[in-house]
């Protein structure tokens, strides 16, 4: 086992030319906590205050250079958020090797809007686990886009980072005292005895019977599965999990959050959604779960523009509205072209006995002509690629096709790493 560093280290993000002193501040009391200190200077004027000889400084034009510009560049552009973009790219840059090779050991970030987001560039890609604080001035409102997917701790700083009194004095002192204790628990945390390797698996209601079964069956076989629901924010995170490197394979029964992405539902994950798997390389089994369906919430926000579509009344917060033959055969391309660029071994699972709870005989999403859009499109998208095909008679939910699935990932799981599981 890796014995742990003598001394944790913090990287602090931000910017020094505003933030200067009270970086200063919050590194010496990174230093009297015991803890090193690195930090990533993301600002683009020069300095106004540097932190003491022990911390080590990575400069502004370090992190300008690795975003592919320069600290003078910056300066002429006069664009705000061109800087923002950039330095916060550079500083991502250079930080993820360092937490890769066990260098760092937490981050801790000051800032407004313009800090904030620089900052969450910065640790978006990070492992999960390593401690990652942010002290905002924005907590009190949507903090979404600096969280995304990622396990950041924000920290409302009450009053605005300027200067140290009496308030800022006691909150970062407390951010400060929060991200030396973690860091340094985060040194010392070995692998437990017995830990599994990952699989995540993405699920929705109506697509529960499918993933409870391949979840059993991937517990058998010596797997710890973490399952995400499909709701905008599960297909963020799935997708961010896939980035870190932390699993040995995805079992993405339920891509429904396309749909909403397509269509303009409430709960789509964006256009990345079923990317980050392949990117990766990782092997992955893929289905067409609850293409069926877009979300809306109560039937009265419906937009307007939807108003002679099918709908179904899920809940009274909830209405599901059935995707059309088009849409789905847009999906089936989209899907099909993701899963034809992935560079890792890639299964697509189609369940042309239906793709939800929903979309069966006598169930009202039922609708062959959509399904054989949905199913055509997929599989003309695939053809020629390296994709191996499932193509079933069976129904999503049956726990025959589940299971098969979940061994099929297995297999291709083992193929690669055949040490993983026993």
């Known amino acids: 086992m890796t014995e742990p560093p003598e001394q944790p280290t ?11 002193a009270e970086y200063a501040w919050v590194a010496e009391r990174l230093a009297a906590h015991g803890v090193g200190v690195l930090v990533l200077d993301a600002g683009i004027r020069p300095p106004v205050v ?32 061109v800087a923002v973009t950039a330095m916060g790219e550079g500083a991502a840059a250079v930080l993820g090797p360092i937490a890769a090779r066990g260098a760092v050991h937490g981050v801790l970030a000051l800032g407004g ?3 904030s987001s620089v900052a969450a560039r910065a640790v978006r890609d990070l492992p999960i686990g390593l401690p990652k604080l942010l002290v905002s001035t924005m907590v009190a409102g949507d903090v979404s886009p600096y969280v995304g997917a990622a396990d950041v701790t924000m920290m409302y700083s009450v009053v605005d980072i300027s200067g ?30 017995g830990d599994r390797p990952l699989v995540a698996a993405s699920m929705f209601g109506v697509t529960t019977p499918a993933v409870e079964a391949a979840r059993a069956r991937l517990e058998e076989l010596g797997y710890e599965v973490l ?30 959050e396309l749909a909403d992405d397509l269509v ?24 067409l779960g609850a293409l069926d369906m877009v979300n809306f919430g109560p039937r009265e926000t419906v937009p ?27 999906l089936g391309r989209r899907i099909g072209r993701k899963l034809a660029n992935a560079a890792g071994p890639t299964v697509l699972v189609a369940p042309r006995g239906g793709v939800s709870a929903l979309d069966a005989p006598g169930m009202p999403f039922q609708d062959p002509e959509a399904s054989a859009a949905l199913f055509d499109a997929v599989l003309g998208a695939v053809a020629g690629s390296g994709v191996e095909v499932v193509d079933s008679r069976l129904h999503v939910n049956e ?22 599981v026993a």
Do not use: W
């Open 10 to 20: 913090v990287a602090l993000v931000g910017t020094l030319d505003t933030k200067g």
């Open 50 to 81: 540097l932190p003491a000889a022990s911390s080590t400084v990575i400069s502004q034009h370090e992190l300008a250079s690795a975003a592919g510009t320069s600290i003078a560049a910056l300066r002429d552009g006069n664009d705000r958020g």
């Open 113 to 115: 809007s313009g800090g």
């Open 164 to 193: 140290i009194n009496q308030i800022s004095r006691a909150i970062l002192g407390n951010a400060a005292a929060g991200i030396a204790a973690m860091a340094t628990a985060y040194a010392r945390r070995a692998p437990e005895v």
């Open 227 to 256: 399952v995400f629901h499909a709701t905008g924010s599960g297909g963020r995170a799935l997708e961010g999990l896939a980035r870190s490197g932390l699993l040995a394979g995805v079992l993405d029964l339920t891509t429904t």
């Open 264 to 287: 303009g539902g409430v709960l789509t994950a964006g256009p990345d959604r079923l990317t980050a798997a392949g990117a990766a390389g990782i092997p992955q089994v893929v289905s």
């Open 304 to 330: 307007p523009a939807f108003a002679d579509r099918h709908f179904f009344e899920h809940n009274p917060t909830v209405t599901l509205m059935r995707t059309t033959a088009e849409e789905n055969a847009e």
């Open 399 to 420: 726990p025959e096709l589940a299971i098969a699935a979940a061994d099929r990932l297995h297999a291709l799981i083992a193929a690669r790493r055949p040490t993983m």
